[in-house]
């Protein structure tokens, strides 16, 4: 069974601090996903990585995929309430199907 | 573009009462489709997914099916809903490139 560990399953952090959350695994992807999803709605996607090592940020988000495109990580600077939500990673294996495996998500509450 | 039209979006329905949700593409053919479940609070659960008509494949032992009759439609049934079922349903669509898309996602509160 492929399984994509996403850590810390809550995180609970003042206005202003930074945080990261860690997707990883052994399997190896194709690509790597994370989104954002607020509550009774679907995720949103808010950044694909595609090559090992490479790094994209969108405003105060950073995101990393793992060399061995393994893993992944997602930085958020001088976290904000808007910020606040449920965090997830999904990893993409392209063989002779098509599989997405899902992270647990990270919940994610920035007080003010 | 790809779209994901699903429906229900809200349903309440009493413990052993059968459960039906649809999902129907458009702007492609021959996606995969996927099922997904959500407790409340947590990620994403894959239920089945198909890679074709009348081809159902299923991650989690339960009392839910799915069905694809037609290379645009997924359906997620269950004869008889349990307390446990209630959840956050989500039909997904992707395609070989790995783009995904999604449906509006159904709420099913089960008494």
């Known amino acids: 069974t492929q399984l994509l560990e996403q850590s810390p399953q809550f995180l609970s952090i003042q206005e202003g601090e930074n945080l990261t959350v860690y997707c990883n695994s052994s399997?190896?992807?194709?690509?790597l996903q994370w989104y954002r999803q607020e509550p009774g709605e679907g995720p949103v996607l808010l950044v694909t990585v595609v090559t090992g090592g490479e790094v994209k940020k969108l405003k105060r988000l950073t995101f990393q995929f793992g060399d061995a495109r393994k893993d992944s990580s997602l930085h958020i600077t001088a976290a904000q309430p808007g910020d606040t939500g449920l965090y997830l990673c999904a990893g993409a294996i392209y063989d002779s199907n098509y599989q997405l495996i899902w992270g647990a998500g990270t919940k994610l509450i920035i007080k003010p | 573009s790809q779209t994901i039209h699903q429906w229900p979006a809200t349903l309440v329905q009493p413990v052993g009462s059968p459960l039906s949700l649809e999902c129907t593409v458009e702007?492609?053919?021959?996606?995969?489709l996927y099922w997904y479940r959500q407790a409340a609070g947590r990620g994403l659960q894959l239920l089945f997914y198909s890679v074709g008509i009348g081809q159902i494949s299923s991650e989690v032992p339960q009392n839910l099916s799915a069905s694809r009759p037609q290379d645009r439609q997924f359906i997620l049934s269950s004869k008889k809903l349990l307390l446990s079922d209630s959840g956050f349903y989500l039909c997904l669509g992707g395609r070989f490139s790995g783009e995904l898309f999604f449906g509006e996602g159904s709420r099913l509160t089960v008494l």
């Open positions: 702007g492609t053919s021959n996606p995969n």
């Open positions: 399997s190896v992807f194709s690509s």
